[in-house]
């Protein structure tokens, strides 16, 4: 190697070589004739500069890396030099792929556009989380309207099921179709659904109303996240998608109240027709103002979409969520879980999951939840943290305002106002938690932090009793709200950190299912700790019978006792509410799990390193090596030619290397 080569063998090894090779990737300018260009200029200055072999060899393994690429079925009919720059491995900067192009329509877009733009997310997301949680104080008066008492179960399943059966497959037509037309379609269906429930002349008509605002709902929910991602740049985001789940949790928390007050003041059927001129709105700034990138994904055959959607394991896993969620539903209320209804269901849930795990394993390239998804620490640290999440803030949202309705005497308005200082933490935590995280770039302390910060509010409500003071409850709930504000939008936003663009609507839509599904079999749960530990403390109550707990209502219990029992039995109550906190308190504490375990990712680009300037006497030579250096140099050879070559390309551009 430390020998001279003579600049005419070297330019014929080069042209010789040039011939059989042909460049596939050349992401810095280094061609052959280059090469011999630079041969020639270095033989020149090998007179005055004298490097030893050893020396000199470290320097080339340092600039360029060589490796050898087996040939298979797919290699071109010529011999293939592959050339990238090397990454440092300590180089924690998300990958770029497709954030080009974010960037890019992002700088073409005008302000007002993208105002309107985020405006008409954010006003969606609030659709979705009024919509679900609306119904709650409203069902009384649409039992007695339709005299369904047995329906009342579907008024709020019917759109649970829809929305999280299809969470998932939502999050593949998203990857293979437009945005805006799945998004615009998404928005209609919620329209639409809202229209039929609010017209309902029958109890099934309502049913069947809520089923197709929960279709709707499902792919809004991971639109909203979507939309954000291919309009605003990944450093941009935190701040955005805090905002948004601020809005859902705003939503979702006042619900009940805005559905109360609309009940008692104009309809029930007002809960649903609020949502036709807020939607129709969004639809319209959406239609005009919404534009996302190319995508190579759309530009699909039909047939190739439609074979990418997972045609085995779509149904499938729709069928193992249904079973679940209806046994789940119907389970302790209009059956009992010994019931043979119910056990079938939970059977063919075990049987058709194991099923769609199978498929998923053995068809990975068009599995619904794809295997190198899954391999990604932060996603399963995501989805754990969001399951336990949604569970926790299920609890908080219905049992915090019974405790309140029922220990305090409160009407659902008053109780919704006293739930203020969980819903201002939250929206405060979640602000300053996107703030922080486009200052700083990661979001796992904050994570981990609010987790904390959760499992320690939710401790102390479990020390709740008959006569707190406001004090004692108002400095819980702060602490309850700011850690889930805290912890909101880290489960989404680690998820954009670590997978590639193209699969973050797929990730996306995994996490918001696993949280609808924990959402739902959390509230379930704590529905029966509530009603079987309320049975088992006012049993102990004079004058109690086990029918009134089911002919009455949480709050109306009271009031059917005696005068002289209801001390007694408002301590039965808040006791039996303890019970759940304790149930939150676990879930709460699960979360930290997942948060701790996240990946430490920051979401900001790292500046491109300038190269120092060269000193006196040395530009020459820094401006002729800067063509190799950090390459990395990859040889495929073809089936029927001697390997000889191959040692040949080696040896002329590692010692041509080393002359530079």
């Known amino acids: 190697m430390a020998q001279k080569i003579a600049e005419s063998d070297v330019e014929a090894?080069?042209?010789?070589?040039?011939?059989?090779l042909t460049p596939r990737v050349s992401p810095v300018p280094f061609t052959m004739d280059g090469l011999s260009r630079t041969t020639s200029r270095t033989t020149s200055r090998t007179s005055r500069t004298a490097v030893s072999e050893d020396t000199e060899n470290e320097r080339v393994d340092s600039r360029v890396r060589m490796s050898y690429v087996e040939p298979d079925d797919k290699t071109n009919s010529h011999h293939m030099v592959e050339t990238s720059k090397s990454n440092s491995p300590d180089d924690m900067s998300p990958p770029d792929d497709g954030n080009t192009a974010i960037e890019e329509t992002y700088r073409k877009s005008s302000g007002t556009r993208i105002i309107l733009l985020l405006s008409s997310v954010f006003a969606s997301s609030f659709l979705v989380g009024l919509d679900r949680n609306i119904l709650s104080t409203a069902i009384p008066k649409i039992t007695d309207e339709f005299n369904s008492t047995n329906d009342v179960g579907w008024y709020s399943s019917a759109f649970t099921l829809t929305c999280c059966a299809s969470q998932l497959l939502v999050g593949k037509f998203y990857t293979f179709y437009s945005v805006k037309t799945v998004y615009l379609i998404s928005v209609l269906l919620l329209e639409v659904g809202s229209a039929v429930s609010g017209s309902a002349a029958s109890s099934i008509a309502l049913i069947i109303g809520r089923a197709i605002a929960g279709l709707g709902a499902s792919?809004?929910?991971?639109?909203?996240?979507?939309?954000?991602?291919?309009?605003i740049p990944l450093e941009k985001r935190p701040i955005l998608q805090s905002l948004s789940m601020a809005i859902v949790s705003i939503a979702s928390i006042a619900g009940p109240l805005i559905g109360g007050s609309l009940t008692s003041k104009v309809s029930w059927r007002w809960c649903f027709y609020i949502n036709l001129p807020l939607g129709g709105t969004v639809v319209i700034v959406m239609f005009f103002c919404m534009k996302m990138p190319d995508r190579e994904e759309t530009k699909l055959h039909w047939k190739e979409k439609i074979m990418s959607l997972d045609l085995l394991g779509t149904p499938v896993m729709m069928a193992w969520v249904i079973c679940l969620l209806l046994a789940l539903a119907w389970g302790?209320?209009?059956?009992?879980?010994?019931?043979?209804?119910?056990?079938?269901?939970?059977?063919?849930?075990?049987?058709?999951?194991?099923?769609?795990?199978?498929?998923?394993?053995?068809?990975?390239?068009?599995?619904?939840?794809?295997?190198?998804?899954?391999?990604q620490r932060s996603v399963i640290s995501s989805c754990w943290t969001a399951i336990f999440y949604g569970g926790t803030q299920t609890v908080i949202a219905t049992y915090i305002p019974m405790w309140f309705q029922t220990i305090n005497s409160d009407t659902a308005i008053t109780s919704g106002v006293r739930m203020l200082p969980t819903i201002i933490a939250a929206i405060v935590a979640s602000i300053l938690f996107g703030f922080l995280v486009q200052k700083i770039g990661y979001y796992t302390p904050f994570a981990i932090f609010g987790s904390c910060l959760t499992s320690i509010g939710a401790g102390l409500l479990t020390t709740v009793y008959v006569s707190m003071k406001e004090p004692n409850w108002i400095g819980y709930q702060i602490l309850l709200g700011f850690g889930q504000g805290l912890c909101s939008s880290a489960p989404n936003l680690a998820v954009q950190a670590v997978l590639p663009t193209k699969d973050v609507p797929l990730g996306s839509s995994l996490v918001i299912f696993v949280q609808l599904l924990g959402s739902t079999v959390f509230a379930s749960a704590g529905e029966n700790i509530f009603y079987s530990q309320l049975i088992s403390h006012l049993t102990r109550v004079p004058g109690f019978t086990k029918g009134m707990a089911t002919s009455s209502g949480a709050t109306t219990l009271i009031d059917v006792l005696p005068v002289n029992s209801r001390p007694q039995a408002l301590t039965g109550y808040n006791e039996a509410l303890r019970s759940v906190f304790y149930?939150?308190?676990?879930?709460?504490?699960?979360?930290?799990?997942?948060?701790?375990t996240m990946e430490w990712k920051s979401i900001l680009k790292k500046p491109a390193k300038s190269p120092a300037a060269p000193e006196e006497g040395q530009a020459e030579e820094q401006g002729e090596t800067d063509g190799i250096e950090g390459v990395e140099i990859?040889?495929?050879?073809?089936?029927?030619?001697?390997?000889?070559m191959l040692s040949v390309a080696t040896s002329v551009l590692s010692d041509s290397a080393v002359i530079a």
């Open 13 to 20: 090894q080069s042209n010789h070589l040039g011939s059989i």
């Open 219 to 231: 792919g809004i929910y991971a639109g909203c996240v979507v939309c954000i991602m291919y309009t």
């Open 583 to 596: 149930c939150m308190l676990a879930l709460a504490c699960l979360t930290i799990l997942g948060t701790v």
């Open 332 to 375: 302790g209320q209009t059956m009992a879980w010994s019931s043979a209804v119910i056990i079938v269901l939970f059977v063919l849930t075990g049987v058709f999951l194991c099923a769609f795990i199978a498929i998923q394993a053995l068809t990975p390239k068009t599995a619904t939840i794809a295997p190198r998804i899954l391999k």
């Open 634 to 644: 990859r040889l495929r050879p073809h089936p029927r030619t001697d390997r000889v």
